[in-house]
């Protein structure tokens, strides 16, 4: 090797090495910048010293009398409503879609597009305006207050099978040529669905499962309306959001923090495991075969 | 023997129907729904089991208590008010919005009388809507006062506002005091120069009439004040008295906050009236709100569910109930002989409340719109250059708070200088809208004035329709400056607009 060779080696070598450890701080700032929040509630969520809002971050006495605390309120109560609400709604809401998305994607039946179009155009409704509507209906039925999360599960359920986009665009790039095979065999339609769709298709299903718990796991605004006045029939989001309110937050805040930390856990762990679908699930409709 | 059981029946019906009529007809088991402040609920389920216990007309209430925040009452009550709490907890401010959504129930004539005479005026005015009462008292305490570090501030300084704006400077420590932030703390300045800012509603909760002088000399003293702590590096615009923990020395807060403030400062903290400041060598002390909680009773289909129902409200406000809230919560009582006690006079909280007391103005009922548009001034000032900048800043104030009356055609505009535009000490402004007001004209060279319908300022829409009384002014048409007509006599008259005509009549 020449020495300008090498000289030249060195030099390319020296360039990467300041361009990598440019992106590296570069990326390094920003997660710091994207993770203080979230670092902050869990700081603030063993601070025992002073319940209410301070200016500093590091807590000066750490303790877990938050979470117990947290746990003489009505938060189990909250908990326990959210995490039916999204549960049964990740349940139903899956099974509706795929059903839908396997029926728009094999069968061909007449009104098939119409009905597609109709649904896309119905889909750009923002669902809040009916939120008046579905009040007065919910509440004629007995759905309100107390008797929220059953309701609540019905709005979420309700129109979920206009979802249907993503995992439809993904039973579309599996072959036909199955489907036939199978049929020549004597299977089903719904036969079909179960043994050769749906074990294709995991990662859309974990995809249609995530999204259909994280609605009502986060939902604020049609959950504060319809368990209005009421503790009993409270999701997490607008029980501990009330928390925050002027005459509660100086004896609040520590507790919402440590609310807030229990809120992201399931949810973290979920993601955590099933990352690896998730994200070929939402990259997977986008390609069609 | 068909006979006899007939007769057995009979004789059966007679006497239940005579029970029921004897006893007093409200016995029996109601269920209800409370709501109340999170920190008030286990409180009120030991009151209501003692009401239950106590009365001796056999009422029993099985009551559902929820904790909602009394600052949200209205807005969850308006909601759907058919399915909101039957007794509710409210800060006074919501006032007017729930009465105009029913969502109120009157008090009887003597319910009405008996909450009069047990409680402060002010907070019976914050429950009278035209002239009925909707509500009971629950507290007297929401109003604000200062809060200190005793370490950083001496003794000494506490009296005057630039005397704390410089300690807190020459330690870098903060001065929090909401302006840009809340309308409700920034009145302060104006109450301090003797601006007020009346309001009048009817009887269905509606606002007919404003007068409010926030738009005058006394004004801009006012803001003057204000410039000076807006404009120091460590003022801040926070009323949390959690800024101790991040550097603050002198906190603008209530009595709500007093526990946590002690637990902070330990005996460093002390708690004392307002500070004055000094705007051309004349001292003004600053003013307040002085508001309160209020308790309501939902209107109710069962006249017998209402009767018990107010019952049970009058028992919650009463003079022990209070006593009981003080004791447990700290809440100051709006009950006189409660106010008078030697425990509630004892309380540091209470105790500056009750010291910048002299200085407050009772917080009657006021447009909703009004806490927005009066926080702007804050920022207007801090952004002012100079004392016409100053003065810019009270005059979109002004302009927005006409537009509010404005916007209904019906209203009735009624500027008065009634001593003439240039020498305005006692400029008043009236937006009537269907009602009445009182003019003090005094003896000046010049009586004069304008009325004029909003969006036709230049007409003379104002004498033409005076109906009544034309001969007490005379009428200037549109040639002499600003004013349109003027009274021939000093005195006191009363203008009353019903949407068509003008009547004046000297009282």
């Known amino acids: 090797m020449s020495e300008a060779t090498a000289k030249r080696h060195m030099g390319l070598r020296a360039s990467r090495a300041v361009s990598n450890t440019f992106i590296h701080v570069l990326l390094i700032v920003i997660s710091i910048i994207w993770l203080i929040p979230f670092v902050c509630i869990v700081l603030q969520s063993f601070r025992v010293e002073n319940t209410g809002p301070v200016g500093y971050i590091i807590p000066h006495q750490w303790g877990t009398d938050n979470y117990t605390r947290l746990f003489q309120t009505d938060f189990p109560r909250w908990y326990t409503n959210t995490f039916i609400a999204a549960l049964v709604t990740a349940v139903l809401q899956t099974v509706i879609v795929l059903c839908m998305s396997y029926t728009l994607s094999r069968f061909r039946f007449k009104m098939r597009q119409p009905l597609m179009r109709f649904m896309l155009i119905l889909g750009m409704f923002p669902g809040m305006l009916t939120m008046i509507i579905l009040y007065r209906v919910l509440k004629d039925l007995g759905l309100t207050q107390a008797n929220a999360v059953p309701g609540l599960i019905l709005v979420y359920v309700a129109s979920s099978g206009m979802g249907y986009y993503v995992s439809k665009g993904f039973f579309d790039t599996i072959p036909m040529s199955l489907d036939e095979a199978a049929r020549v065999d004597g299977a089903t339609r719904a036969k079909i669905l179960y043994k050769i769709i749906l074990p294709l298709s995991k990662p859309i299903v974990i995809y249609t499962v995530l999204t259909a718990f994280m609605g009502p796991w986060g939902d604020y605004v049609f959950a504060r309306y319809i368990a209005f006045g009421t503790s009993a029939g409270k999701n997490v989001a607008v029980g501990l959001y009330d928390w925050l309110n002027k005459d509660q937050i100086s004896n609040s805040y520590t507790m919402f923090c440590a609310g807030g930390v229990l809120v992201a856990l399931p949810v973290t762990i979920l993601f955590l495991f099933l990352q690896k679908y998730y994200v070929e699930g939402v990259t997977g409709g986008a390609v069609k075969g | ?507």
């Open chain 2, 1 to 507: 023997m068909k006979k006899f059981l007939a007769l057995l029946l009979t004789a059966v019906m007679a006497l239940s129907v005579c029970l029921t009529a004897s006893a007093e007809s409200l016995a029996g088991t109601y269920d209800i729904t409370v709501w109340v402040a999170e920190n008030a609920v286990s409180l009120t389920e030991k009151q209501i089991k003692d009401f239950n216990e106590s009365n001796t007309d056999g009422i029993v209430f099985n009551a559902t208590i929820e904790a909602v925040s009394e600052s949200e009452a209205a807005t969850q009550m308006i909601t759907d008010v058919e399915a909101g709490g039957d007794i509710f907890c409210f800060a006074q401010d919501q006032f007017a919005r729930l009465v105009q959504a029913n969502a109120l129930a009157k008090l009887g004539t003597k319910a009405a009388e008996a909450v009069i005479a047990a409680n402060d005026a002010g907070t019976v005015a914050a429950a009278t809507s035209g002239d009925t009462l909707y509500a009971y008292p629950l507290t007297a305490d929401n109003g604000y006062f200062m809060y200190y570090d005793k370490s950083v501030i001496p003794e000494e300084d506490v009296d005057s506002l630039e005397k704390l704006i410089a300690d807190c400077e020459a330690n870098q420590k903060y001065f929090a005091f909401e302006q840009q932030t809340s309308a409700w703390y920034l009145a302060s300045f104006f109450f301090a120069t003797g601006c007020k800012s009346d309001w009048k509603t009817d009887d269905e909760g509606n606002f007919i009439s404003v007068n409010d002088t926030f738009d005058s000399p006394a004004g801009l003293i006012a803001v003057k004040g204000m410039k000076k702590l807006v404009d120091s590096p460590f003022h801040l615009s926070s009323g949390s008295v959690n800024e101790f923990n991040s550097g603050a020395a002198v906190v603008v807060s209530g009595t709500w906050d007093y526990t946590a403030a002690k637990e902070i400062l330990g005996d460093n903290l002390g708690a004392t009236d307002l500070p004055s400041f000094e705007v051309d060598g004349k001292e003004y002390h600053l003013g307040s709100f002085n508001g309160c909680k209020l308790l309501g009773v939902k209107p109710q289909v069962d006249a017998v569910k209402a009767a018990v129902l107010h019952r049970l409200a009058q028992y919650l406000t009463g003079e022990k109930a209070q006593m009981e809230r003080f004791e447990a919560l700290a809440w100051g009582p709006s009950n006189v002989v409660d106010q008078a006690s030697e425990a509630v006079q004892a309380n540091p909280g209470l105790a500056a409340l009750i010291a910048q007391a002299p200085y407050s103005v009772p917080q009657g009922q006021i447009h909703g719109s009004w806490w927005d548009i009066a926080k702007v001034i804050a920022e207007d000032v801090k952004n002012a250059k100079d004392e016409a900048g100053l003065q810019q800043a009270l005059d979109n104030y002004y302009d927005k708070i006409a537009s509010l009356f404005k916007l209904d055609t019906s209203a009735l505009l009624f500027v008065g200088a009634w001593n003439g535009w240039n020498n305005a000490d006692d400029t008043d402004t009236y937006y009537l809208k269907d009602g009445s007001v009182t003019l003090e004209v005094p003896q000046s060279d010049y009586m004069g004035g304008r009325i004029v319908t909003p969006g036709s300022w230049d007409s003379d829409k104002g004498f033409l329709q005076v109906t009544t009384g034309k001969e007490l002014i005379q009428d200037l048409g549109d040639d002499v400056g600003d004013n349109n007509i003027v009274f021939l006599a000093p005195g006191n008259y009363t203008v009353t607009w019903d949407g068509a005509a003008i009547t004046i009549a000297a009282n």
